[in-house]
């Protein structure tokens, strides 16, 4: 049973605006008859953040999901991380329980639910070598990955994270042929032509990840669309990472056809 007061979640990011999580996890606790529980935006500059997480548990906050750039902080300022979060080095979810900040990190775990295959060993190429690069091959690895692969294009911090997580991930300095390719870099962010590899060379890849989600899709998932791979879009990551949160906080199994819908009805 939902709680007599009102219970609130969150996500904190700068900016933050744009996210689409108030509108998908408000329509998973309307479909889990949460009553009274809410989700909203919590735009934090940088030096208000590790200030203001200790203050939501005395504002009703239960927990909250945390984007760039402060996932290192949120790991940081939590009494209690799991492995996971520990290994990634950032914090995407937060719950507050007993007087205690809890940190865990779903954006590995949504990644390997959005896959639209098993790994069973087979190797997997990720693209960019920031914190999310770090989760997905951290999550690959776990996953059963044959081998991680990581490539930048500056080779020393593809070096840097392979060398940070150990066996079974490893720099790359060339594009190999892989089961699966995660793009983790920001490229077709803003251009939505723009794409992080040469798109005549999806022929060398099994299915297409990539983590950046624009209306209509980027570049990278049209082309591999039209190519009859499988592929999995940033949205669809962002539903299942937040079906992970959503389940921690509520302890509900989430209803992610309505959370698809939520965050594509924009």
Not at 13 to 40: F, K, T
Not at 68 to 83: Q, R, S
Request: glycine letters at 10%; hydrophobic letters at 45%; aromatic letters at 4%.
């Amino acid at each position: 049973m939902p709680p007599a007061a009102p219970t609130r979640l969150g996500v904190i990011g700068w900016p933050v605006r744009h996210s689409r999580s108030p509108a998908m996890q408000n329509a998973a606790l309307a479909a889990l008859g949460l009553d009274g529980w809410r989700y909203q935006h919590l735009p934090l500059p940088p030096g208000l953040v590790a200030e203001t997480i200790r203050a939501l548990p005395g504002a009703g906050f239960l927990g909250a999901n945390v984007t760039v750039p402060h996932k290192e902080v949120a790991l940081a300022v939590a009494d209690e991380a799991t492995d996971a979060a520990r290994a990634i080095g950032a914090a995407n979810t937060l719950t507050f329980r007993d007087g205690r900040i809890l940190a865990d990190n779903t954006d590995a775990p949504g990644l390997i639910d959005a896959l639209p295959a098993p790994l069973d060993g087979a190797d997997a190429l990720v693209l960019g070598a920031g914190g999310s690069a770090r989760a997905a091959a951290y999550a690959l690895r776990e996953a059963g990955a044959g081998a991680v692969l990581v490539h930048n294009r500056t080779p020393e911090r593809a070096q840097r994270l392979a060398d940070d997580l150990g066996d079974g991930v490893a720099a790359t300095a060339t594009l190999p042929p892989a089961a699966v390719l995660v793009n983790c870099t920001t490229v077709g962010l803003h251009d939505p032509d723009a794409s992080p590899i040469d798109l005549e060379a999806l022929d060398r890849y099994g299915a297409v990840v990539d983590l950046v989600y624009r209306d209509g899709g980027t570049a990278l998932v049209r082309a591999a669309r039209a190519a009859g791979l499988p592929t999995v879009d940033g949205l669809e990551i962002l539903v299942r990472q937040g079906a992970r949160s959503l389940e921690i906080w509520t302890g509900r199994p989430a209803p992610v056809e309505v959370m698809r819908a939520a965050v594509s009805a924009r």
